[in-house]
């Protein structure tokens, strides 16, 4: 059972950056490919980004592509989100999720554990 575990979510103005952490225990983290996924108020979660579980591939939804990154320690157990170039339209909860075997997924369905969010807030 992985356990999964955010932070660095908070308030930022247009324009400025944030990282996120997730931090997972309770497996053995080099086996699991990992995703962010967000959800704003009123509509559907989304993906934003995932990574291989070696950390040499990763994944972007088009709306972040170019200003966020995704990646990985596995010596830590951790996988990390740097937004830079934030809008009011990245404003969300960001999910942690890992997922079993290599591949770095977009559908959210196929991660299996989550973390329980953290809240980002991007003013214009």
């Known amino acids: 059972q992985v356990q999964l575990v955010e932070s660095g979510g908070g308030l930022v103005q247009a324009g400025g950056s944030l990282r996120l952490s997730c931090a997972a225990s309770?497996?053995?983290?080099?086996?699991?490919?990992m995703g962010w996924f967000r959800q704003a108020p009123g509509k559907e979660r989304e993906f934003v980004a995932a990574?291989?579980?070696?950390?040499?591939?990763?994944n972007y939804a088009d709306s972040v592509k170019g200003r966020f990154t995704i990646f990985r320690d596995n010596a830590k157990n951790t996988v990390y989100l740097q937004m830079n170039r934030l809008k009011p339209e990245d404003t969300a909860i960001y999910y942690c999720a890992a997922r079993s075997g290599y591949a770095a997924t977009m559908t959210d369905h196929q991660y299996g554990y989550w973390g329980q969010g953290t809240q980002v807030t991007v003013s214009s």
């Open positions: 990574i291989v579980s070696s950390g040499f591939f990763r």
């Open positions: 309770g497996g053995t983290f080099s086996n699991y490919a």
